[in-house]
């Protein structure tokens, strides 16, 4: 049966995520992510309005690859379900939080430094070889 409690966040990892073990040795990672909308101000800045922090968190194989790929800064794609928590805080108060359980993670290449650095920016490395253009043939191929 599909799940229609699926949804899809897109943000920005706040903290450095923490990977644990649980008491029966199965991984689990927390994801501290900032969702916001973007606008143009009147000066045709974009602003970031709205933020939202969310805890992500995702369990086992997932986890153990979140944790080597993910960083504090990265932009990330959240595919999961959502549930809704309520703790009460060091004051006393009750709180609410909203936390969404991956089934899959991902880096969104859309902002992510790769594009903007991409191989065509960067200026060769005269120790890597690859990074070279190629010199041309100085004949023709057999075929």
Do not use: C
């Not at 595919?79 to 928590?85: F, V």
């Not at 859309?110 to 004949?139: G, H, T």
């Amino acid at each position: 049966m599909a799940d229609f409690m699926t949804v899809t966040l897109v943000g920005v990892v706040s903290d450095k995520p923490e990977l644990q073990v649980t008491q029966t040795g199965k991984s689990l990672l927390k994801i501290r992510m900032k969702t916001s909308r973007s606008t143009k101000n009147a000066n045709g800045d974009w602003e970031q309005k709205d933020a939202t922090y969310w805890t992500v968190t995702a369990w086992g194989e997932l986890a153990e690859n979140a944790a080597e790929a993910f960083d504090e800064g990265d932009v990330i794609m959240a595919l999961g379900t959502i549930s809704q928590r309520e703790w009460e805080g060091r004051d006393g108060a009750k709180r609410v939080s909203v936390e969404l359980n991956a089934q899959h993670l991902g880096k969104s290449l859309a902002a992510s430094k790769v594009i903007r650095e991409s191989k065509w920016d960067r200026k060769a490395n005269d120790d890597d070889p690859w990074s070279k253009a190629a010199e041309p043939l100085e004949e023709e191929p057999p075929f």
